[in-house]
């Protein structure tokens, strides 16, 4: 998995798993994405989602992302029937404390299970959020009634 490390963290911490493919996907999950960094311990997030989304270059600004790493599906590793799989193991170095899927498929609740079983622990907490526009987060409410700090 090739990742965005311009900002580099160490292991653990909060990934947020955003697989729609373009920029106008990137650009309308902003203000969750932003919520559940204001919400982590270290306040910044790895960002998992598809090239074509342009995030590493998009996002570059945003002080809350940490890294972005890359889904290679259509073709790629992560695809097929054990794509989720394999997304788990490439996942596990990272050892994340915390997985948040901004999408409704399971085979990625299923890929951060894997990343945990992997590194022979559970994840602190797996939230999921299979329709990201009528949800709220963490106990904040909606987030676009909310005023966060950057």
Known sequence: MNASDNRQNTGGGTLVIQPLPGIGD??????FIRAIAARAPERRITLLTKRRSMADELLAGCDYI???LWLERDGGSHDGPFGFWRLGAALAPYQ???AWILHGSSRYALAAWHAAWWNDETLADLEWLPDVTHSTVAG???IFDQTWET
């Open 66 to 68: 940490s890294r972005v």
């Open 26 to 31: 990137a650009i309308w999950h902003l203000p």
């Open 96 to 98: 994340f404390d915390e």
């Open 140 to 142: 904040y409410g909606n």
